[in-house]
């Protein structure tokens, strides 16, 4: 996937969202976008065998789910 960071912190708006732990990625999706209508957001969506990207960006979410594609840890931007 190709991906252009287009904003660098400090991010506006809401950049967490604790209470999407045990959600699925769609669920997750769905109410990230909603709270967060950014055009250029993209979402990674990360399995424990996989480790994310070093730096930040605003337009960026980082979804950490199990292999059956729950949410387990806090969504963010990043």
Same mark, same amino acid.
């Given at each position: ?24 990625v ?8 909603? $709270? ?7 979402? @990674? *969506?990360?399995?424990?065998?996989? =480790?994310?990207?070093? $730096? ?7 979804? @950490? *789910?199990?292999?059956?594609?729950? =949410? ?7």
């Open positions: 996937m190709r991906f252009t960071c287009y904003s660098s912190p400090p991010c506006d708006g809401k950049i967490r969202w604790p209470e999407l732990l045990g959600k699925t769609a669920q997750a999706k769905a109410k990230i976008l909603k $709270d967060h209508p950014d055009p250029s957001l993209k979402f @990674f *969506v990360l399995t424990p065998d996989m =480790v994310p990207r070093g $730096d930040l960006c605003c337009n960026r979410v980082n979804l @950490f *789910v199990n292999y059956s594609g729950i =949410v387990t840890e806090v969504p963010m931007i990043g």
